[in-house]
Structures are given as structure tokens and as C-alpha cells.
């Protein structure tokens, strides 16, 4: 069922990337016998598309969307200054070869790289090389052979493969937009001699990543990109109008998350935090389910009572803390979480006030209560039990 729900989930995120790929391959047909006077204006179209899209990234910073949008403008400004600058078709030109050979393995890299890197100005500095490196080729007319033109369409086809697994696997507004964008790059290159197309396909390659950037941005206001569950910002939107009047909370923490940090660092903590997520949904909780904090995470029931919710939450702590998660043969490791549970009272206005009352009660105790379920009003119950003996 899972593998389905991926499966619908990655066809939704490419629907609208798609759609602009067939638009571009439309306007490549129709304006086929287009003037050369004309292309001024398909010029004009690319810059535009450049501009808004790294005007945005200004503001939304995202490495891979970044260096994927200076690739394609890289290979727009060198390829037509080779073009204009000699009579000679370009595929006749040395560097055709060596452009068909190392693009797929750019954008691989492009792909693989996080959102947000530390090492992305040496990424910058390896690209900055490569094309120092593709120049001299170019100047001393050093080229490949034929066979090499089948070597590149055979990395081409492996980067495609590669990109259908991964989307598929984990789709992605932008990893599925990057599968379209990076297809119209090798439509520009295959039809390099035609100025049209070449500029075309790679106009809406740009056009396409800055769309997904712009739908991502508000995907991840709302959602949580590494889980998809809701965020902090749908939390405080929800409530008064979708919630009744009676409902109970839990939240929890992933144990010791700084020193998971410290540890495996961010992509590997990323992958561990997704491992617990998913054994505790394994108990299919019926409740909405938010990401609050890297950390933090809380679920809201509206058709049980705060025992029934403890009840379930307490099998939850169990089954995590009896799990093994396997990194590697070499790293398997005993994960906890500290959950807390309670329920809406009058005195609240609302599921902050709720959660915000949990959280000082929780902080006071977390030292002590670590990998134990608390839950409110049963400590509330005990204490009065106790102090009725007196």
C-alpha cells in the first residue's frame, strides 16, 4: 500500500513539470521555421527566466536548485559563443564530445548533492576546473573518438534510470522536476545545431526548476520536506474551526538528538529520524500528525480519551525501544523517544496553549523521565491519590 501511495505521490509532483516539458517540445515543433531575426526574442525569454529564477534563489536558498540553474546558464552562454564565433558547426567541434560525456555526470553530481552543503565552494571550485580543463581541450582541438559518442548516450541512459529510481523511490517536487529539467538539457544538446530548440529546451529547463522552487517553498511552509508530515506553521493554522472541542495530545522527542548530530552529522541523522517515524506509524496512529521541531514530534486524537492515548503512545515508546536500526553492518543502533500525554482543558483557548502548557510540564521533568511515557492528568490522578492518604 505504502509503495503505492509513492507511486500516486510521485506521479502528482511530476504532473506539472511534464506538462511544461510538452510545451517546450510543442514550441519547438511550431516555431520550427522561426526567423533568425526572431530568436532576439527567445533570447530575451531565456535571460527572463534566468533573472526571476535566481532572484528567488536569493531569497530561498538551495544549493542544488543553484548550481543546477548556473549549469544550464554556463551551457547557454558557452555554447553560443562558440556558435557565434566560428563558421564550423558546433558538432564538428572538439568540445561537442567532451560536452555529451561530462554533462550527464555533472547533473548527476548536481542531484546528489544536499540543499544545504558545507562543501558547496568546492563543488564550485571542481566545476570551475572542469571548464578550465574543457577550454584548453577546446583551444588545442584535443577531441574523442566516435566510439565516444555512444559512451555518452549510454551515461545518459544511466542517469535517467538513476533518476526514475530515486524519484520513484523518494519523490519530490524539485527531485522530479530536476528528472525534467535534466531531460530537456540532453534535448538541447541532441539538437544543438538548431538555435530554436537548443534555446527553447533550455529556457524551460530553467523555467521548470524555478516553478518547483517556488512550489517547494510553500510545500515546506506547510509541510515538512524530510517527512512530509505537517509543520510548525500548519500547527498554528489548524484548530478552531477543524478541531472539536475535546481532544487529547502527544508528543515526543528522539532521544539524544544532538549527540546524534555530532555523531552522523545531518544526512545520516535525517535517515535515522525517517526510521524511527516510520516504526512508530507502523502502529497506525488515527491521529494528525506534525513535525514541530527536528526533534520534536506530536499527534493530535480526536476520538480517544487520554488513557486510550497513553495506552497506545506507551507501545510506541516500547516497540522503538526494543527496535534495532541498521545504518550498515557496522553501525546498528538502540534508539528512544520520551513522549508526553494530555488532553484539552476549558482553561485552554486553543491546541498552543495545550501544547505550550505540555512542553513547560515536560521540561521540568525531561532529566528525569527520559525514555518514559508521561502523561499529565495520571500523574495529576496519582498525586491526589497520595496526597488523599495524608
Not at 564550485?124 to 566516435?146: N, Q
Amino acid at each position: 500500500m505504502r509503495g503505492i501511495l509513492k507511486l500516486l505521490t510521485s506521479v502528482k509532483d511530476s504532473l506539472l513539470p511534464a506538462f511544461i516539458t510538452l510545451i517546450a517540445v510543442f514550441c519547438t515543433i511550431v516555431f520550427k521555421n522561426t526567423e533568425t531575426s526572431e530568436i532576439f526574442l527567445i533570447n530575451l525569454f531565456f535571460y527572463i527566466v534566468a533573472l526571476l529564477d535566481f532572484s528567488f534563489l536569493l531569497f530561498k536558498k538551495n544549493m542544488r536548485s543553484t548550481f543546477l540553474a548556473l549549469f544550464i546558464l554556463t551551457l547557454y552562454v558557452s555554447i553560443r559563443q562558440i556558435t557565434l564565433s566560428t563558421l564550423l558547426p558546433i558538432t564538428a567541434s572538439s568540445i561537442y564530445l567532451w560536452l555529451m560525456l561530462l554533462t550527464p555526470l555533472n547533473l548527476f553530481i548536481i542531484f546528489q548533492m544536499p540543499p544545504n552543503t558545507r562543501f558547496s565552494f568546492y563543488i564550485f571550485c571542481s566545476f570551475l576546473f572542469e571548464a578550465f580543463v574543457l577550454e584548453t581541450f577546446y583551444l588545442l582541438e584535443i577531441t574523442l573518438g566516435d566510439v565516444f559518442y555512444s559512451v555518452a548516450l549510454v551515461f545518459w541512459l544511466l542517469l535517467f534510470v538513476f533518476l526514475l529510481f530515486s524519484i520513484s523511490s523518494h519523490p519530490s517536487i524539485q527531485k522530479n522536476a530536476s528528472f525534467f529539467a535534466d531531460l530537456l538539457i540532453f534535448l538541447s544538446l541532441l539538437n544543438i545545431e538548431d538555435t530554436l530548440t537548443f534555446i527553447l529546451s533550455l529556457s524551460f529547463a530553467l523555467f521548470i526548476l524555478f516553478v518547483s522552487d517556488i512550489l517547494s517553498a510553500i510545500y515546506s511552509y506547510f509541510r515538512d520536506e524530510l517527512t512530509g508530515l505537517y509543520s510548525i506553521h500548519s500547527f498554528k493554522r489548524h484548530d478552531k474551526k477543524t478541531f472539536p472541542p475535546k481532544y487529547t495530545i502527544a508528543f515526543f522527542y528522539l532521544d539524544n538528538y544532538s549527540k546524534l548530530l555530532n555523531v552522523f552529522k545531518q544526512n545520516l541523522t535525517d535517515k535515522l529520524t525517517l526510521m524511527v517515524l516510520q516504526r512508530a506509524l507502523s502502529l497506525e496512529p488515527p491521529a494528525l500528525i506534525y513535525r514541530l521541531k527536528s526533534n520534536q514530534f506530536c499527534l493530535i486524537f480526536f476520538d480517544m480519551d487520554v488513557k486510550q492515548t497513553y495506552e497506545l503512545i506507551e507501545n510506541m515508546r516500547r516497540l522503538i525501544a526494543g527496535t534495532e536500526f541498521v545504518l550498515n553492518k557496522k553501525q546498528i543502533l538502540k534508539l528512544t523517544i520520551t513522549p508526553i500525554v494530555s488532553e484539552k482543558r476549558r482553561s485552554d483557548a486553543d491546541v498552543f496553549d495545550v501544547l505550550m502548557r505540555m512542553h513547560e510540564n515536560f521540561r521540568q521533568r525531561y532529566t528525569f523521565t527520559q525514555n518514559m511515557t508521561f502523561c499529565e492528568e495520571i500523574e495529576q490522578t496519582k498525586k491526589t491519590r497520595r496526597l488523599s492518604h495524608f
